[in-house]
């Protein structure tokens, strides 16, 4: 932990992305705990849930299915469905979450936000800090939003009326860019979006970005083309 404090001092830019991030995390909760609320379930379930499973998309669709009348049963098979992408990043941040006690909990804080703040820093040292405090303070910072919400009820039900809604995806496009470099990972970029934009109008949210997932399948498929280095030996 100290290790992750002395870093976090040091890059004082990354303290600052993982702070913003937090609050429009926090206002995003609040949204989720007041709809939640409004739309039926008693307080103590939209912060059970958000300490439990701890995912926004699954959250909401969970709430949006049983609100609409669906099977509960269903709603956790279409939650975990959404969440299916996790196990993707298990594979990426395997190194940083560590072993024993501390896989649990970094699994459990594992969401799209703090792996992309991870593999964005060029060394695990960094890359360790970023995940677990980004991990930690998103965790936090949601829970709290949601306990506001829900007692409060609706008081910002929409979190597109201040913009929110675009805060996690420009974000997370900023942290990814630097990545697109490299010719496999941009195709697989560039397959996921189009997957996910030509499925989007026709499947419920979260299901398109778990299908573009087979983007990384197509480019790992990809035949591999020697380096220019490798040409010039």
């Given at each position: 932990?100290?290790?992750?404090?002395?870093?976090?001092?040091?890059?004082?830019?990354?303290?600052?992305?993982?702070?913003?991030?937090?609050?429009?995390?926090?206002?995003?909760?609040?949204?989720?705990?007041?709809?939640?609320?409004?739309?039926?379930?008693?307080?103590?379930?939209?912060?059970?849930l958000s300490v439990v499973v701890f995912a926004g998309a699954a959250q909401f669709m969970f709430v949006g299915l049983v609100a609409s009348g669906g099977n509960p049963v269903a709603a956790v098979l279409?939650?975990?469905?959404?969440?299916?992408?996790?196990?993707?990043?298990?594979?990426?941040?395997?190194?940083?979450?560590?072993?024993?006690?501390?896989?649990?909990?970094?699994?459990?804080?594992?969401?799209?936000?703090?792996?992309?703040?991870?593999?964005?820093?060029?060394?695990?040292?960094?890359?360790?800090?970023?995940?677990?405090?980004?991990?930690?303070?998103?965790?936090?910072?949601?829970?709290?939003?949601?306990?506001?919400?829900?007692?409060?009820?609706?008081?910002?039900?929409?979190?597109?009326?201040?913009?929110?809604?675009?805060?996690?995806?420009?974000?997370?496009?900023?942290?990814?860019?630097?990545?697109?470099?490299?010719?496999?990972?941009?195709?697989?970029?560039?397959?996921?979006?189009?997957?996910?934009?030509?499925?989007?109008?026709?499947?419920?949210?979260?299901?398109?970005?778990?299908?573009?997932?087979?983007?990384?399948?197509?480019?790992?498929?990809?035949?591999?083309?020697?380096?220019?280095?490798?040409?010039?030996?």
């Amino acid at each position: 932990m100290r290790s992750i404090y002395r870093t976090l001092r040091a890059d004082r830019a990354l303290t600052r992305d993982i702070a913003l991030v937090c609050v429009a995390d926090a206002v995003v909760g609040l949204s989720f705990g007041a709809i939640a609320v409004s739309e039926g379930l008693p307080v103590w379930a939209p912060m059970l849930l958000s300490v439990v499973v701890f995912a926004g998309a699954a959250q909401f669709m969970f709430v949006g299915l049983v609100a609409s009348g669906g099977n509960p049963v269903a709603a956790v098979l279409a939650g975990l469905l959404v969440n299916v992408r996790h196990v993707v990043f298990g594979f990426t941040v395997g190194d940083v979450v560590g072993r024993g006690w501390r896989r649990v909990v970094g699994s459990h804080v594992m969401v799209d936000e703090t792996v992309a703040f991870a593999l964005a820093q060029p060394d695990a040292t960094r890359r360790r800090a970023a995940y677990w405090a980004c991990g930690v303070a998103l965790f936090t910072c949601w829970n709290i939003g949601v306990v506001v919400g829900a007692s409060a009820g609706s008081a910002v039900s929409d979190p597109a009326a201040l913009g929110l809604d675009a805060a996690f995806p420009a974000v997370l496009l900023a942290l990814v860019l630097p990545a697109l470099r490299d010719r496999t990972t941009a195709l697989a970029c560039v397959v996921g979006v189009a997957i996910a934009l030509a499925t989007a109008p026709f499947l419920q949210a979260g299901l398109p970005v778990l299908l573009a997932l087979a983007g990384v399948v197509v480019a790992l498929a990809r035949p591999a083309h020697p380096s220019s280095e490798e040409v010039a030996a």
